[in-house]
């Protein structure tokens, strides 16, 4: 046998095999934010710049660009240079029916093509959502991906900068270190002595995060109540056992997790009187320009997030947040996505005190069961823990389900999406 023939034939599978899983991870994805408005506007948005990416990285291939507009039916020509020539002063060139668009106009006009059409499949997919329903094994699956995160798990680990944080370093941790949607919840608790029910799971959960120990957190929760013309006994009854609680002391005893910045920003949105959620998604803009000065960031750079805030980029616009207050390079191609709130914080303390090495040997964690092959459209490898139980347990606490999916059902999920798409 040619061993040319052999390399190219294994090459040729692990291309079918990678376009397999990217078609199959795409259509999951589909059923899983076909749901709500908001949830198609976020996956269209994301569809649309990975589709960009894809597009520019094959700019310098004009045959590949060629054959991917005759297969999808855009007839596009190219034209002569004295056609050029005309262009050079107008964006497009009108000519026997024809429109002439520059090159570098091409990605913008087939990228809105793309959106028009998935936005279309979606709203077709919606429709027929309650077909899939009737399978139940699929359903829990599809009603909790969007929350699912792929980051470090900080609900068991301590913190990597610290010791310990007692309740008096809280507040200058928080002028130092917080995230700005942390930060708009600890001074909300100062001024108000009080947050809602979520505002104290989101902060709750963060402070665990960092390292707060379950003492440290009863007392800073106790101080602030207290002073909001609050008895100790009541405290105690009524909001002590939720802290615990969230420390797995009370009820199922669940070692809780803090919240990523995705199940911030696609939860509970607030209501009145609420304080949680992502400011960047969250907050009106005159609110968010204002939280943002009083971090010190100048106007050129808030103008800079406001534009990543307006793209529906909340957390590439934390993270020029994060880069403007730390003196970062804000350039485009440097500014880390934040993923994570305690992420915020342990890279601002190490950023702040580099003399205080890292510990961690915690793995990163992927929050789906152990034998699933699912990925994301854009989603890099990202390994698993050693433990099966450690794995099972996080999905009983995120989707407070018991049982996995098989890959078998993307065969089934595939053939479901076919014959919406057909009809």
């Known amino acids: 046998m040619n061993s040319d023939n052999l390399s190219t034939s294994t090459n040729g599978e692990a291309v079918f095999e990678d376009c397999r899983k990217d078609h199959i991870s795409h259509f999951i994805l589909r059923l899983a934010y076909c749901k709500s408005d908001d949830l198609r506007h976020w996956y269209i948005q994301q569809e649309v710049d990975l589709f960009r990416f894809r597009f520019l990285r094959e700019s310098d291939n004009s045959t590949s660009i060629k054959a991917f507009l005759a297969q999808n039916g855009f007839n596009f020509k190219a034209i002569s240079q004295e056609e050029k020539q005309k262009l050079r002063k107008e964006l497009v060139y009108l000519k026997c029916g024809y429109a002439y668009v520059p090159s570098s106009e091409l990605l913008s006009l087939v990228a809105n093509v793309f959106r028009l059409e998935l936005s279309k499949a979606l709203a077709r997919t919606a429709r027929m959502f309650p077909v899939i329903e009737e399978q139940q094994r699929l ?96 405290f105690d009854k009524q909001y002590a056992y939720a802290i615990r609680h969230n420390y797995g002391k009370e009820g199922k005893r669940t070692n809780y997790t803090p919240y990523s910045c995705m199940k911030i920003i696609m939860g509970n949105p607030p209501g009145a009187g609420d304080q949680h959620g992502c400011p960047f998604r969250h907050t009106r803009t005159d609110v968010l320009v204002q939280q943002l000065k009083a971090m010190k960031i100048s106007s050129t750079q808030v103008d800079e997030v406001l534009v990543k805030v307006k793209s529906n980029h909340y957390q590439h616009a934390c993270g020029m947040c994060f880069a403007a207050v730390h003196k970062q390079s804000s350039a485009e191609d440097t500014v880390l996505a934040i993923d994570h709130p305690n992420q915020y914080f342990e890279l601002s303390q190490k950023i702040l005190h580099p003399q205080k090495p890292s510990t961690s040997t915690i793995p990163r964690t992927m929050r789906t069961p152990q034998n699933a092959t699912l990925q994301t459209s854009c989603a890099s490898d990202v390994p698993g823990t050693d433990s099966e139980t450690n794995t099972n347990k996080k999905i009983k606490q995120e989707a407070e389900l018991d049982e996995g999916w098989e890959n078998d059902d993307l065969d089934e999920i595939m053939s479901g999406v076919a014959s919406m798409e057909s009809m």
Request: aromatic share 12%; proline share 3%; with cysteine.
């Open 139 to 234: 359903l829990w699956m599809l009603n909790h991906i969007n929350e699912w995160y792929l980051g470090d798990d900080y609900g068991n680990k301590k913190s990597k900068t610290r010791d310990g944080i007692t309740a008096d370093m809280i507040n200058p941790l928080c002028q130092e270190s917080f995230p700005p949607c942390m930060q708009h919840l600890h001074y909300a608790l100062k001024a108000d002595h009080h947050l809602k029910h979520f505002g104290r799971l989101q902060f709750g959960l963060f402070l665990k995060g960092i390292g707060v120990s379950l003492e440290e957190a009863l007392k800073f929760w106790r101080s602030e109540f207290i002073k909001g013309n609050m008895d100790v006994d009541k």
